[in-house]
């Protein structure tokens, strides 16, 4: 699960680590990890947003998520609630 904001909302403080990969659609991620223990820190989704993964926020009370994508993906023990879902 991520969260996404606007670019220029998000101010990046630290060192990270840069791995790009292409996705399937055959646009290049930019992914930002920890130089020191390996966690995602945050990726660029698109040229406007930053998406940070949830679990950095350590929030219990982090809003429940609005759009599901991949859900063909998802391990079949995995059950998702029902709302707006965005299939790829």
Do not use: N
């Not at 020191?36 to 698109?46: L, S």
């Amino acid at each position: 699960m991520q969260a996404r904001f606007p670019r220029d909302r998000v101010r990046i403080e630290g060192r990270s680590t840069e791995y790009v990969r292409v996705s399937d659609h055959g646009e290049e991620r930019s992914f930002f990890f920890c130089p020191d223990c390996g966690a995602t820190v945050y990726y660029w989704t698109d040229t406007e947003l930053i998406a940070v993964p949830i679990g950095t926020f350590a929030d219990p009370s982090f809003p429940a998520p609005k759009v599901s994508v991949w859900e063909t993906r998802r391990h079949p023990w995995v059950s998702v609630p029902a709302f707006e879902r965005d299939e790829h």
